[in-house]
């Protein structure tokens, strides 16, 4: 009769040794008395005290579709993710530009860029299915379907990993696809109830359709939204606003005149806003803009290390590269 223990790796029943170093008679591992064993014969009491334990979360392949805000925080405590605010009138072109950006990756056409992985997938492909429907060879009259979030209360992420050229470093990125009614209500109500999000964005994009901006009859009244807005994400975002990037969507249908986004600069300064005016086409027009013009230009100001908001150190060795420190950060809240 030999000593079993509950330990598997204890051999007590070989060698008479406990593992601990504890006296096999009074060991508090022990589970009983075996019968010793020939060789090849098998240990029927040992292999029935052996149970494995049932997971505590059965495992299942992840959705790919938009992350909510509790799958965003565990990804960013893993590893750094610029988050991008991204806002903008219905029309806008926001989710356009999401899908241009999503089939510039799945071609390998995005200058400076190399796609690395996504975690949501599936919702790109969601987006992007408008773009893939053609009447008989027709472009369709709208691209992209208008978005619809499965919570209302709170925003889906999108999610991309890349590798940028010049660096060999890669980025992740978190972007927001928000029906443009969340942008109204902001002007026209100030509701940011469901935005707190923005105060851990890395940086903003301010998407306007540059047709309103070009045409006569529209102009005024979009420059005055786009004023209000300002104004909101100052307030809202106050005491430090993150950089914004206005975005002036739709280049291939033309470009506004230098004299009115100056109106917005000037605009964002007195806010002490920083912008920069990015232009982009998510479609081509058939002739001089290709698709996805704009896009690339567009993810280098947004992971460029000069954009960022602060220093969280100063380089006094004046190396020109990316630097970064893993946050633990809450959406809508920085550590």
Not at 15 to 31: F, S
């Amino acid at each position: 009769m030999q000593e079993g223990c509950g330990r598997p790796e204890c051999t007590v029943a070989q060698t008479g040794k406990c593992l601990l170093n504890n006296d096999p008679a009074t060991c508090a591992e022990k589970i009983g008395t075996l019968v010793s064993l020939g060789d090849g014969e098998l240990d029927i009491e040992a292999e029935l005290t052996t149970r494995l334990e049932p997971p505590k979360v059965k495992p299942k392949f992840p959705s790919s579709f938009t992350l909510s805000p509790d799958e965003t925080r565990n990804l960013m405590s893993e590893r750094y993710c610029h988050v991008v605010g991204i806002l903008g009138a219905p029309d806008a072109g926001k989710t356009a530009c999401l899908v241009s950006l999503y089939l510039l990756l799945g071609r390998a056409k995005l200058d400076g860029f190399e796609f690395c992985d996504s975690r949501t997938l599936i919702a790109f492909e969601e987006i992007a299915r408008g773009a893939r429907r053609w009447d008989n060879g027709h472009i369709p009259e709208q691209m992209t379907s208008h978005t619809k979030l499965a919570d209302e209360r709170a925003a889906g992420y999108l999610h991309l990993r890349l590798r940028a050229d010049a660096t060999g470093q890669r980025v992740d990125l978190l972007l927001p696809d928000l029906p443009g009614e969340w942008t109204n209500t902001l002007i026209d109500n100030n509701r940011v109830d469901r935005l707190d999000f923005l105060k851990s964005a890395d940086v903003l994009w301010i998407m306007l359709d540059g047709r309103n901006l070009i045409e006569t009859a529209s102009r005024m009244h979009a420059i005055h939204r786009a004023r209000l807005l300002l104004q909101r994400v100052a307030t809202f975002l106050s005491p430090v606003t993150p950089p914004v990037l206005l975005v002036i969507t739709r280049l291939d249908l033309g470009k506004p005149a230098e004299n009115t986004l100056e109106k917005l600069v000037d605009e964002a300064a007195s806010l002490g806003i920083k912008l920069r005016i990015a232009h982009l086409a998510s479609f081509a027009d058939g002739a001089e803009i290709d698709a996805g013009t704009g896009i690339s230009d567009l993810l280098l100001h947004t992971v460029s290390p000069k954009e960022s908001l602060t220093k969280f150190w100063e380089d006094e060795e004046g190396r020109d590269g990316h630097r970064s420190v893993l946050r633990f950060r809450k959406l809508g809240a920085t550590f």
